[in-house]
């Protein structure tokens, strides 16, 4: 084997690298294709890259560019087609997928290339060495991809990240493929085996360099989200609180109304003047008993969201035993309740239509478990991932927090939250068991 031979890295051995290092994204992040469907969309992918880079190989330098634009462009689609990302995030992702393949195929074949020089091997021990090399290569980046998933549902990458992710792949693939270009140049290597060895080095520190600005990038929306949901429920708190001072001064001047109308009744003259006294106490008493759910903190927040949905002509009905809550934290039922009703009169307020503008409101005790339901009329078309919504605004870090609140709150206290939709109606069904621990 001569110079050039380790040099032309035969094409057919990056097609299997690319095609592997994008199965692995696929297999590792949210689907839209599953079964014999990304299975068949991957040996198509397969099938056009092994062709293309075949009839590529060994192609001249003014064609090389545009050809590897072609290549990266089969990787986007198919990461696109397969995941559900945005635009952003499969450029992110495809970034990624490109270094990986590149580093993948460029040590596969210096290992093959070091053992034919030392025992001259034959051939077939390539494909040998391939399987081996890119079973265990794949894997490791399987299981790294897997869990940079952990504690984020998706990675909502902004065009500032996906252009650092483009500039330091460029970067990479220009210094590894320095050497090819010029072999005289200041950085180049003049050797096969060196210029072998540092296209190697210089993509395995590129895939070190994508991984770690992942993590931070993962990092960085991890403690947005966290700050985001701890501003939240303290808004909802001091909403509450505010409720609650605006209740007490109104309670008392209802208190001081009923002593008024006694005094009145007491020297009305006329059978009208009673009716209408007697009116005036009725509604005193209906105020009285409304949302009166035998806990405070809901009775100020549904008082609060009940003010809004009279403004607004929208119809809350509430069925609630509120006792079976007082394990809860005051902060944590304010941010719940007050989060799932914000979302829920958002959706409503949308209906043109008053007779649909409606919201009902369940919380009941059903032996260790506290059942919390919301029904509200949606005809909009809602996506769902992993059995919650998802936001259908353009910038996806500002929003969606409300949800993300109440599925934290739920999950301190052991419980599970689902959402769905039939026949119009959105519904977040909520289980939290009595007995569970606070965490």
């Not at 391939?130 to 869990?147: H, N, P, Q, T």
């Not at 991890?222 to 701890?230: N, V």
């Not at 478990?369 to 910038?395: A, H």
Request: charged share 25%; with cysteine.
């Amino acid at each position: 084997m001569n110079a050039g031979e380790v040099l032309n890295t035969p094409g057919y051995y990056y097609a299997i690298a690319y095609a592997m290092s994008g199965l692995v994204i696929a297999g590792s992040n949210e689907k839209k294709l599953r079964g014999w469907k990304l299975g068949v969309v991957s040996c198509v992918q397969f099938a056009l890259l092994l062709l293309f880079m075949t009839w590529t190989h060994g192609v001249g330098e003014a064609l090389f560019l545009p050809a590897m634009v072609v290549i990266i462009g089969l990787m986007y689609g198919y990461i696109y087609i397969c995941n559900c990302f945005t635009v952003r995030e499969a450029g992110f992702f495809c970034v990624k997928a490109f270094i990986n393949g590149e580093f993948a195929a460029s040590l596969c074949w210096q290992f093959f290339y070091y053992i034919h020089e030392l025992t001259e091997c034959r051939f077939v021990w390539q494909w040998v060495i391939m399987a081996v090399v890119y079973l265990v290569l794949f894997g490791l980046l399987f299981l790294i991809e897997r869990y940079l998933k952990k504690d984020i549902e998706e990675l909502n990458v902004t065009q500032r990240e996906l252009l650092v992710v483009v500039i330091i792949a460029a970067a990479v693939f220009g210094m590894s493929n320095l050497s090819y270009l010029d072999q005289n140049g200041l950085f180049s290597g003049r050797f096969a085996m060196d210029i072998f060895i540092i296209r190697t080095l210089v993509d395995l520190s590129g895939m070190a360099v994508l991984y770690a600005y992942h993590i931070q990038v993962k990092e960085i929306q991890l403690r947005l989200e966290k700050d985001a949901l701890r501003n939240i429920m303290e808004m909802q708190y001091k909403n509450y609180q505010l409720s609650r001072e605006s209740i007490d001064v109104v309670n008392q001047k209802y208190h001081d109304l009923k002593h008024q109308i006694n005094l009145l009744r007491s020297q009305a003259d006329t059978g009208k003047t009673k009716e209408y006294l007697d009116k005036m106490e009725h509604e005193i008493k209906v105020y009285e008993t409304q949302n009166k759910t035998g806990n405070q903190i809901l009775d100020a927040v549904l008082t609060n969201k009940s003010m809004v949905c009279q403004k607004r002509e929208i119809e809350l009905k509430v069925i609630m035993e509120g006792q079976s809550l007082l394990f809860m934290d005051d902060m944590d039922i304010s941010a719940l309740f007050g989060n799932m009703l914000d979302n829920a009169i958002e959706s409503v307020s949308r209906q043109k239509e008053k007779e649909k503008r409606l919201i009902w409101l369940y919380v009941s005790k059903e032996k260790q478990f506290v059942r919390i339901r919301t029904e509200n009329y949606c005809d909009e078309k809602i996506q769902f991932r992993n059995g919650m919504p998802v936001t259908n605004k353009k910038d996806k870090r500002l929003h969606g927090y409300g949800m993300k609140s109440i599925c934290a709150i739920v999950e301190k206290y052991g419980g599970s939250t689902v959402a769905g939709q039939r026949d119009n109606w959105f519904e977040l069904k909520i289980l939290i068991p009595v007995s569970g621990k606070k965490a």
